[in-house]
């Protein structure tokens, strides 16, 4: 069974500083693939990045990056230059190859402060 | 715009009543999904479908049904035999080779 582990219930940043949020995972598969979602106050969950097992570049989409380390099985997500519209609650999630769905974790809630 | 609703944004249900929530998207996403947040946890998969006509028990279907009679809709009963329905439902869809989830913006459902 796959295994998303998110070890930071909670993190503060100052604004215009970068924040790293850790992410490890557990799976028997050789090919899979790693998200991050943001879910602000509102509840609606927006897609961040995706970086796939076999990808040999790190995932970059503005100012969010995936620090991927397959041999330590970590996905790290990294936002430089934090914002006040950063606070929110992110998840990291992991492909099922069978069930063609998403396994999430428990999520890390980040107040980026003024 | 594309996208995916879900209705209504909050409802409520009495001891022992059926409640429906509705999930609609005009993505042509062969692939829908319901999961359940609680509070302060992550999300956990309820039922999916990866084609019309068909649909799979998730991680905690218990005390949950759903229907796919058409690709555009996805509903999900939340039965009386659930006896701790008070979560936020996400409904999500999928398709063709992109791998990410699309989301809607949510239920929150409540016991009165």
């Known amino acids: 069974a796959q295994k998303i582990t998110q070890t930071q219930p909670g993190m503060f940043v100052q604004e215009k500083e970068a924040v790293t949020l850790d992410c490890t995972y557990d799976?028997?598969?050789?090919?899979?693939?790693l998200f991050w979602y943001k879910q602000p106050s509102s509840g609606e969950m927006i897609f961040l990045i995706y970086?796939?097992?076999?990808?040999?570049q790190n995932a970059t989409e503005g100012r969010y990056s995936l620090n991927f380390q397959k041999a330590r099985k970590s996905a790290n997500l990294v936002i430089s230059a934090s914002q006040l519209g950063d606070s929110a609650m992110y998840f990291c999630?992991?492909?099922?190859?069978?069930?063609?769905?998403?396994?999430f974790g428990s999520g890390t809630r980040l107040q980026v402060q003024p | 715009d594309g996208g995916i609703t879900q209705s209504p944004k909050y409802l409520f249900r009495k001891e022992g009543q059926n409640v429906t929530l509705s999930c609609e998207q005009n993505?042509?996403?062969?692939?829908m999904y319901w999961y359940r947040q609680d509070p302060g946890q992550g999300l956990r998969l309820i039922y999916y479908?990866?084609?019309?006509?068909?649909?799979q028990k998730g991680d905690i279907a218990e005390g949950y049904s759903v229907s796919r009679e058409k690709k555009e809709s996805f509903p999900l009963t939340v039965t009386s035999a659930q006896k701790n329905p008070t979560a936020f439902y996400l409904c999500?869809?999928?398709?063709?080779?992109?791998?990410?989830?699309?989301f809607g913006s949510g239920t929150q459902l409540s016991v009165l």
């Open positions: 970086q796939g097992s076999y990808d040999e």
């Open positions: 999630a992991m492909r099922d190859t069978g069930r063609r769905a998403l396994t």
């Open positions: 799976t028997s598969d050789q090919s899979y693939g």
């Open positions: 993505l042509n996403h062969d692939a």
């Open positions: 999500a869809s999928k398709g063709g080779l992109n791998e990410k989830l699309f």
């Open positions: 479908s990866q084609i019309v006509n068909d649909f």
